[in-house]
């Protein structure tokens, strides 16, 4: 059974950096490979929203608001896939998701809390 598990959230201060990870378990690594693997956040009051994704292209694709600051990556050895923030913004507080799509499945994490104070 797949399974995926968010760390790395936390209290920042604005203008700061934090590394998120999520450990994917019960996937072969010929489907890590190729899978889609993306990252989510939902604010309260908020719907949930793409921050970031990362195709087998490998391809990303990025929110506006992120670009530049944010990039997600992936760690086929340890089969985790990363989001490095940086210059955190108040508005970047949500809990953020980690998403995986292969083969018409999909999977997500627990999710992970990062806030950001200003």
């Known amino acids: 059974q797949v399974q995926l598990v968010e760390s790395g959230g936390g209290l920042v201060q604005a203008g700061g950096s934090r590394r998120l990870s999520c450990k994917v378990s019960?996937?072969?690594?010929?489907?890590?490979?190729?899978?889609?693997m993306e990252w989510y956040r939902q604010a309260p009051g908020k719907q949930r929203e793409l921050v970031a994704g990362?195709?087998?292209?490998?391809?990303?694709n990025y929110k506006d608001s992120v670009k530049g600051r944010f990039t997600i990556s992936k760690d086929n050895a340890k089969r985790t896939v990363n989001l490095q923030m940086n210059s955190l913004k108040p508005e970047d507080t949500a809990v953020y998701y980690c998403?995986?799509?292969?083969?018409?499945?999909?999977?997500w994490g627990q999710g992970t809390q990062v806030t950001v104070s200003s």
């Open positions: 019960g996937m072969i690594l010929s489907d890590f490979w190729i899978a889609d």
């Open positions: 990362l195709t087998s292209g490998p391809v990303t």
């Open positions: 998403h995986v799509r292969i083969r018409a499945r999909t999977y």
